[in-house]
């Protein structure tokens, strides 16, 4: 290899890792390495940022607008509702949901569907008894599966007709992949409905211990000095027998008293740990002599006026790696923390002091207009009601319900392309007034734009840099036995790894250049191998930060990392078989 294959490969694997260890978006990461492969001379100018002249990123963010005005609406809710059952079993709830939920990510981006139903199925589950974790990632799968069915259907799709299209290939068409793509989303479903009852274990999600549990929350407070607590005994203070609230802790001078005697005389300084009840623990900061250890948490905020929301932070967000106090929660977000689930788990420490994580769950107290306010922002992926009543059905929904059927029958029938027909779609809300153009602005997710549009600038590196070719020689020559079904089946694995722990979009990105030199290499149609590839790299059941719907469902359902697997290593077996015998048969590959 030359020097710049061998430059290229050393900046490819440093995005990938800086993608998994979640040093930086995926997106600043792929277009970093763009632009230092610019830099060193290895692509020029145009190759680095054809993304931005290709018509895919566009494509995404106007479909964005069509798919935002439509979930805004709220008009999904009352199609879901009526697929579900109160006295049906799981299995058969799952059997009636889950095909509406594809159906609508075949045509919609997934993550506005996954917004839309994991409030109202949570709401739900927690009326019924039932535990959310039964039904939120068997959602999530749908949408996946869903998603890969059309063209539109997911970002990764038309990404990958957009490196098609760079690469001088013709694009996909709007229902190519729907041959291959449908029987496998009908046989996944199938496979979801069969084992979901009995691989996921029943967890408590945060709507349930909140309403249904009436959950213990941990917070700190300071005595302040010179207040009516400084210098008195726990049980003078009235500390002893507050209503839903006990004090478990006191910390003085770096020392932790977990025995709290009644008898025990309080310090200015001293930091008193009480769990209780949500609702309960408001009062506390109502309590004379005592302050809030999350001063810049709760200082000024209105607790009378406030519900509580659940927050999914991102992978783009920018409060991963900070804590809350870094990241100035309260004044930024106008809404104060009172507990952060990670793993199926409530997190028994200092708040302001956790570093979040990619798929953190934060229980906000905030006024009512938070969600309308950050739903669309990039921060959290999710931010869901867990008090006050749920978001009412707009009439407006079924005008962006035929707007969205009208881009879609444009599209199909080949009388506008897709770009065009979404261009129509997002003026077309716009001018009906369904979304604003403020809402509309918002609902571009700008991250998977710009990933996209540097993932087809990296790619262009990967394969001008001689990288690709030699990587592929590596693929073809160590499969060689198994012909051109087994490189096939290798580029399948290694994408379906690779979007595990990246981006997608990413993984398709990389991925691509290397197929299209192997397809090049064995003299076969690279156009199987690149249906292969988008399919693969949505194919993400592993683990929660594989794609934006599990990380959506990770906190709201009371996942554990390993849950995952469960029913997810089963259904990538069945995605893996059924692409192995299926591409051959379509593409001839």
Do not use: C
Request: hydrophobic letters at 50%.
């Amino acid at each position: 290899m030359g020097w710049e294959a061998w430059l290229t490969l050393v900046v490819v694997l440093l995005s990938i890792v800086a993608m998994a260890k979640d040093f930086v978006p995926p997106a600043a990461a792929v277009l970093g390495a763009t632009v230092i492969l610019l830099l060193t001379g290895v692509v020029t100018s145009d190759e680095a940022f054809a993304g931005f002249s290709n018509a895919a990123p566009l494509t995404i963010a106007v479909l964005y607008i069509v798919a935002g005005a439509v979930s805004r609406t709220g008009v999904l809710t009352p199609l879901i509702a009526r697929s579900l059952n109160a006295s049906a079993s799981d299995r058969r709830t799952l059997a009636t949901l889950l095909p509406p939920v594809a159906a609508a990510s075949s045509v919609l981006n997934n993550t506005p569907i996954v917004a839309v139903l994991v409030p109202e199925m949570s709401a739900w589950a927690a009326r019924r008894g039932k535990s959310p974790s039964r039904f939120l990632m068997p959602i999530s799968f749908a949408a996946i599966l869903g998603g890969t069915v059309t063209v539109i259907g997911t970002s990764t799709n038309l990404v990958v007709s957009g490196l098609m299209d760079a690469a001088g290939l013709e694009p996909i068409g709007f229902f190519e992949m729907t041959k291959l793509a449908l029987p496998i989303a009908a046989l996944g479903l199938l496979v979801v409905v069969l084992l979901a009852p009995r691989v996921l274990p029943d967890r408590i999600g945060t709507r349930r211990e909140l309403t249904e549990f009436a959950r213990e929350f941990v917070i700190d407070m300071d005595v302040e000095q010179g207040g009516p607590l400084d210098g008195v005994t726990v049980e003078d203070g009235g500390l002893r027998h507050l209503a839903g609230v006990f004090l478990v802790q006191v910390e003085r001078d770096g020392e932790v008293n977990s025995a709290v005697a009644p008898t025990m005389r309080l310090r200015a300084g001293d930091t008193l740990r009480f769990a209780g009840k949500a609702d309960d623990v408001i009062d506390l900061h109502s309590m004379p002599g005592l302050a809030s250890g999350e001063r810049d948490q709760f200082v000024g905020f209105n607790l009378a006026r406030s519900n509580f929301f659940e927050a999914v932070v991102g992978a783009s967000s920018n409060l991963v790696g900070s804590t809350l106090k870094e990241a100035k929660f309260r004044s930024r977000y106008s809404a104060a923390v009172v507990a952060i689930h990670r793993a199926g788990q409530r997190i028994d420490a200092k708040l302001g002091e956790v570093p979040l994580r990619v798929g953190d769950t934060l229980v906000v107290l905030a006024d009512p207009g938070f969600r309308d306010r950050w739903r669309d922002g990039h921060d959290f992926l999710l931010v869901s009601p867990l008090s006050g009543p749920l978001p009412v059905t707009d009439k407006r929904g079924w005008w962006a319900v035929g707007v969205l059927l009208g881009v879609v029958a444009l599209a199909a029938t080949g009388v506008m392309p897709i770009l065009n027909a979404g261009l129509l779609g997002a003026l077309a809300v716009m001018v009906l007034r369904i979304v604003t153009p403020g809402e509309a602005r918002r609902s571009i997710d700008l991250d998977v734009v710009l990933l996209i549009a540097g993932g087809i600038g990296l790619s262009s590196a990967i394969t001008s840099s001689g990288l690709a070719e030699e990587l592929a020689s590596l693929l073809v020559s160590g499969l060689d036995t198994f012909g051109s079904v087994g490189t096939l089946v290798g580029i399948v694995i290694a994408t379906v790894m690779l979007t595990e722990v990246i981006s997608n979009v990413a993984a398709a990105s990389i991925v691509f250049p290397i197929s299209v030199a192997a397809a090049a290499s064995l003299g076969s149609d690279p156009r199987g191998f690149a249906i292969a590839i988008a399919i693969a790299a949505s194919a993400s059941f592993l683990t929660p930060i594989g794609y934006q719907t599990n990380v959506m469902v990770y906190g709201p359902g009371g996942y554990r990392y390993g849950d995952y697997s469960r029913l997810g290593a089963p259904l990538t077996a069945v995605v893996l078989v059924a692409l192995t015998v299926g591409v051959p048969l379509f593409w001839g590959v």
